[in-house]
């Protein structure tokens, strides 16, 4: 199995085009994991429309009389960078969203009003609660649709596995611009800092022209159907976690092909030679 097919060689200048629909766990995580991508619709005279799930209150300091109002006043300033207006805001508590029938009819009722052909939304390899909760009711939204509609997963806090990566070395300060809008989050972490660290990252693959670029897990409607996807329907007896776990875990095609080369006659000739390599690796570590 070749590195390619882990992780993209080359970037793309857009991920697609049409009617765009981003959905933000907090007010920042549009501009952090998907805020290059954002700029290349606009360029490209795509409709953008950016949802912002949560009041994010909680990620704002006690000398803050207004949090929400704060919060949202951050993303107006760094949509104005990124050069789309009019953010809408769904007011779901911070910390507090719930993987269910009312929070995927929302995203569905969203998708149908926008008439989106791709939706943007945290991946289900994030850790904070409402960005995986997110994550799950945004697959889940986009494979109900009718219509034949794409998901592109994208990356805050935890890294994603990509099969696209986004070439943004020259909206890479223009995208750190609008991050710095976000000063109550900036004065807590050094959150720039981070997402451009990702954002160099994932240029580990690309040619030494690209800087920086975002990485994203694009997905069909279709391949949404398919096990284990077709996993993430609300049901009382499979909680959150379990969910989360059943979509971690490797499956389908790449565990028919790992076992493809554990049965494979190379693999067994080179039974040896992983022998030795582990004995002389416990072997070092041992002095």
Known sequence: MAEHEFVPYHAEHCLAHGRVLVLAPHPDDEVFGCGGAIMRHLAAGDPVRVIVVT????????????????????????AAVLG???PVFWGWPDRGLNYGEALIGQILDAIAHWSADL???????EIHPDHLTLA?????????????IRLAFYEVG????????????????RKRTAM?????????????????????????????EIRAAEAFRLLSRDEL???????????????????????RRPCGDFEDRLSAIER??????????????????QRKMSR
């Open 180 to 208: 710095a809008c976000f000063t109550t989050q900036m004065a807590q972490q050094d959150y720039d800092r981070h997402v451009a660290g990702l954002n160099s990252f994932r240029t580990y693959t690309l040619p030494p």
């Open 225 to 247: 159907r398919a096990p284990p996807w077709d996993r993430m329907r609300p049901d009382a007896e499979c909680s959150l976690k379990d969910l989360a776990e059943s979509l």
């Open 119 to 125: 939706v943007y939304a945290p991946s289900w390899w």
């Open 264 to 281: 494979s006659t190379s693999w067994r000739i080179t039974a040896p030679l992983r022998w030795l390599v582990q004995r002389l690796r």
């Open 84 to 86: 789309h207006v009019d």
């Open 136 to 148: 799950l009711a945004s697959a889940e939204a986009v494979r109900r649709c009718e219509r034949p």
């Open 55 to 78: 009041d994010g209150a909680l990620g704002v300091g006690p000398d803050q009389p207004d949090p929400i109002r704060t919060r949202r006043d951050e993303t107006r300033r760094a």
């Open 158 to 173: 935890s890294p994603l596995w990509p099969n696209r990566l986004l070439d943004i070395t020259d909206l890479a300060e």
